[in-house]
């Protein structure tokens, strides 16, 4: 309806147009012929004059058709003259009179008002593309765009939220409350009046939050926090107390904010501060959550992925009292998790979804319903009826190490680097105690890396000790020193390598406290966001002497490992030369091949299906400005 009432309006304001354009144009051809009256006395006198029409002062005539004259109408405006009517009567001029023409009241109003009326009508419209088209016209500032999810509507229980056991064990007594207030009253208890859930980005919050409502069958309102904030100071504390007007007249009930660091940030952040619309609605927001008047019967549940930017006040006891971490899950909730989106395809009998949850260290909830559906189109390219695993590891490694590259071409020689680079890390991963198991090594080109060495850990890590990251920072080096021995030359392939072993040996010595010579100190510095309310000067709180000795013990840390790999790569020349003939010929080998490798013996043939063997093909050169190889993990937080 909104659609047609717009496409009507539009052609209302053609037709005024076209109407005032052919107006303008009809009186341009009127004047065309436009006689000064003396002269139409002089016509009438020497007869060139056939008919006039008389229409009050404006007189309208033909001439007659002669050598002078064409015939052609013409119009001109009489004064008041007494004698008109009796020249005509003398020079047998035919002529009639009627009454002049006047618009109507109506039109008169019309043609007053049009021009205020456009200003008006082009002042909504603006004014409605700003509020976003928002229902209840442009008028409905102070509105609240909260949607309501009845209870028969939603769907969404707790056995569809997995992998996060916790977090539905803190909310559970949230929907007894609200299934039965008098159980908690009676003991004088008061139930969290906000649930703040916090986590990383697909972790599962909105979700929680919608499950909460399923189960407790109570009105759910959804908005987003950047759905308070407008142009107008005011409006975002308005739509605030609608809201809450709203939800106190379907109370009990829950108010979910999502992404509420969007309105919640913290107050007087960045280099002004002010009184803005922001900081108006946050005000707002806290009054109405615990002001003078409060409701125990509606219950907010926000969202954030950025807990550690929001206000004070918005997190204390009485509005935000309990704060749910919603974490990464665990191999446990992995399993339960892709138990869940995999029951929404068809799934062959070999895939086990412990083997995948084992392989995905670090996947989020959203990672893992990709990682799904990446494989079910896998299984549709390649015109299968199920899903099976190796759909899956297709899909697995796409995620962790992007798309392959096949339409790439790159020379012997570029593609030895490459083999010898990739080489050098598995060796030296293989060598080391504290490492984790290498889980496969390709030379074929996937996202921006032309080679990749991928790890998984055996279990799901929660910190790391000084050996794993000392091992870490050898195995980053192995690549580049395979070049060197192996080679004989340097190239660009290492530089992502290097950045993050840099970055490493800094935090073991300024964060970690891993230095035996500068002992269990921070030594970084000043590093807030002033935006966020952080202070806008730097602070230095390290001497010159003290930064000497820093960057003395990260070259340290580097030099050592670097010179371990070194050595390890010395005495393991034949399983460097191995694994890189069969990376040459198979272009991916598996971590039952590095094995064979590593223990003397010829790797065996790739398994059936599992496409390893396949050739890339050569459509296009390769880019130079590539880099040459790169390292790969799985779990994000092993690039510390």
Not at 132 to 138: C, L, N, P, Q, S
Not at 308 to 335: C, H, K, S, T
Not at 380 to 385: D, E, M, P
Request: aromatic share 6%.
């Amino acid at each position: 309806m909104n659609n047609i009432g717009k496409n009507i309006a539009i052609w209302v304001i053609i037709g005024l147009v076209l109407m005032t354009v052919f107006n303008q144009f009809s009186k341009r051809q009127d004047t065309q012929n436009q006689l000064e009256y003396s002269q139409f006395v002089s016509d009438v006198e020497s007869g060139k004059v056939q008919s006039l029409t008389i229409e009050g002062h404006p007189l309208r005539g033909q001439w007659l058709k002669g050598k002078l004259t064409d015939g052609t109408a013409f119009s001109t405006y009489a004064p008041y003259d007494p004698q008109l009517v009796d020249d005509l009567i003398k020079n047998n001029v035919r002529f009639s009179a009627k009454p002049e023409e006047e618009p109507s009241m109506l039109m008169s109003i019309f043609i007053s008002w049009f021009p205020m009326l456009l200003l008006i009508g082009v002042w909504v419209f603006f004014m409605r593309q700003m509020q976003g088209g928002g229902k209840g016209g442009a008028f409905s500032f102070g509105k609240s765009k909260a949607r309501m999810l009845d209870q028969d509507a939603n769907t969404v229980m707790f056995a569809d939220v997995a992998g996060c056991d916790e977090a539905k064990e803190e909310v559970k007594e949230i929907v007894d409350y609200l299934r039965d207030p008098s159980r908690y009253q009676s003991l004088g208890g008061r139930i969290p009046r906000g649930i703040l859930l916090a986590g990383s980005p697909g972790t599962g919050k909105t979700l929680l939050a919608k499950a909460i409502a399923g189960e407790a069958k109570v009105p759910f309102f959804s908005i987003s926090g950047s759905d308070f904030v407008e142009m107008f100071v005011g409006v975002g504390a308005a739509r605030v107390r609608d809201m809450f007007e709203q939800a106190k007249k379907n109370s009990p009930c829950i108010i979910f904010i999502d992404e509420i660091d969007a309105v919640g940030r913290q107050r007087g952040a960045g280099l002004g501060g002010g009184n803005d619309e922001r900081e108006q609605t946050l005000n707002q927001l806290l009054v109405e959550m615990d002001g003078f008047d409060t409701n125990s019967t509606v219950i907010v549940i926000a969202a954030t992925n950025r807990p550690d930017v929001l206000d004070p006040a918005l997190q204390r006891p009485g509005r935000f009292d309990r704060q749910v971490v919603v974490p990464l899950p665990d191999i446990r909730g992995r399993e339960q998790i892709l138990n869940v989106h995999m029951r929404k395809v068809p799934i062959a009998a070999d895939v086990n979804a412990e083997v995948i949850a084992r392989g995905t260290p670090g996947f989020s909830g959203a990672d893992l319903a990709n990682l799904i559906n990446e494989a079910a189109l896998f299984a549709a390219r390649r015109n299968k009826r199920l899903v099976d695993m190796e759909d899956l590891e297709s899909a697995k490694d796409k995620i962790m190490m992007g798309a392959e590259r096949r339409s790439m071409v790159m020379t012997e020689e570029e593609k030895r680097n490459t083999a010898y680079h990739e080489s050098g890390h598995a060796v030296v991963a293989k060598l080391l105690p504290k490492s984790d198991p290498v889980h496969k090594v390709t030379i074929i080109p996937r996202g921006r890396a032309l080679g990749v060495t991928m790890q998984l850990p055996e279990q799901d890590r929660f910190a790391y000790d000084r050996g794993y990251l000392m091992d870490r920072l050898a195995i980053l080096f192995g690549g580049r020193i395979a070049e060197e021995l192996f080679m004989n030359q340097m190239t660009t392939g290492a530089s992502n390598d290097f950045e993050r072993a840099t970055q490493m040996a800094r935090d073991m010595v300024t964060r970690y406290g891993m230095s035996d010579k500068l002992g269990p100190m921070v030594y970084g510095e000043n590093e807030g966001e002033v935006f966020l309310g952080r202070s806008i000067t730097t602070h230095k709180n390290l001497s010159e002497a003290t930064l000497q000795q820093v960057d003395q013990e990260i070259r340290r840390i580097i030099d050592e490992q670097y010179s371990l790999a070194r050595r390890l790569l010395e005495e393991n020349r034949d399983k460097v030369e191995a694994m890189t003939a069969a990376l040459l010929e198979y272009e991916t080998i598996d971590a039952e091949q590095i094995n064979d490798i590593m223990a003397g013996k010829p790797p065996r043939p790739p398994k059936p299906g599992s496409g390893f063997a396949a050739k890339p093909a050569e459509t296009k050169p390769a880019e130079p400005t590539e880099p040459a190889a790169s390292s790969a993990t799985s779990d994000p937080a092993q690039e510390v």
